[in-house]
């Protein structure tokens, strides 16, 4: 009896590009898989996202490059090594028409593992000022439980995680013509908003006939 082999989210993402930029991803894809062999696969904010312990790393593909999203920390600690390449606070572009380095995405990813593992194993059990006990391992006072309920159920602000709903608030970002203001630079420069919640936002402003700043 044949086995169907399954396709994953991951898979149908990259099947969207053109062979040749589908051939890239895909080994782009199995550098971090072999670099985190016991994370996740998923598509995070609309774009191919491996988890462990919390967001791992995350990757997608462009009309010219691709984009690899290690997070502030990644970033930060192998930026000399990637001094070559575009970088933004959480994010490097590897152009399309350059080799990939893939000894360095699985050197960073396994930074990564690393650091998330870490974290996992210090994490302690809180409690918050309404009763809700829950573990992290940050300083971060926000008890996921009320911040759930205080999450919108309508409108672009729902379709965020807790953290860049929070960096938009903290700019005082509640409404679609407060976000056209911005320029999706300006926003990569908030601290918990990733470039995975880029895609949702411009969804959002196109809706509305808006569009981010220039």
């Given at each position: 009896m044949m086995i169907k082999k399954t396709i994953n989210a991951i898979d149908l993402y990259?099947?969207?590009?053109?062979?040749?930029?589908?051939?890239?991803l895909r080994q782009v894809c199995d550098t971090i898989r072999k670099a985190a062999p016991e994370a996740e696969e998923k598509i995070g904010y609309g774009i191919p996202t491996f988890v462990l312990h919390?967001?791992?790393?995350?990757?997608a593909g462009y009309k010219h490059h691709i984009g690899f999203y290690p997070g502030a920390s990644g970033i930060a600690t192998f930026s000399k090594e990637m001094a070559s390449y575009k970088q933004s606070k959480?994010?490097?572009?590897?152009?399309?028409?350059?080799?990939?380095?893939?000894?360095l995405i699985t050197k960073i990813t396994?930074?990564?593992?690393?650091?998330?593992?870490?974290?996992?194993?210090?994490?302690?059990?809180?409690?918050?000022?309404?009763g809700h006990t829950y573990y992290k391992s940050t300083d971060c006072p926000t008890c996921p439980t009320c911040e759930a309920k205080r999450k919108p159920e309508t409108?672009?602000?729902?379709k965020l995680s807790a953290p860049a709903r929070r960096a938009l608030e903290g700019k005082k970002i509640k409404t679609l013509k407060q976000l056209a203001k911005?320029?999706?630079?300006?926003?990569?420069?908030?601290?918990?908003?990733?470039p995975g919640s880029i895609p949702t936002l411009r969804s959002a402003l196109k809706e509305e006939g808006l569009a981010f700043k220039k």
């Open positions: 990259i099947a969207e590009f053109p062979a040749a930029t589908q051939k890239l919390g967001n791992l790393v995350h990757f959480g994010a490097v572009q590897f152009p399309l028409d350059q080799p990939l380095p893939f000894t396994k930074f990564r593992v690393k650091q998330n593992t870490e974290k996992e194993k210090k994490k302690s059990l809180r409690t918050c000022p309404q409108g672009f602000l729902a911005f320029s999706e630079t300006d926003l990569l420069e908030l601290h918990g908003l990733g």
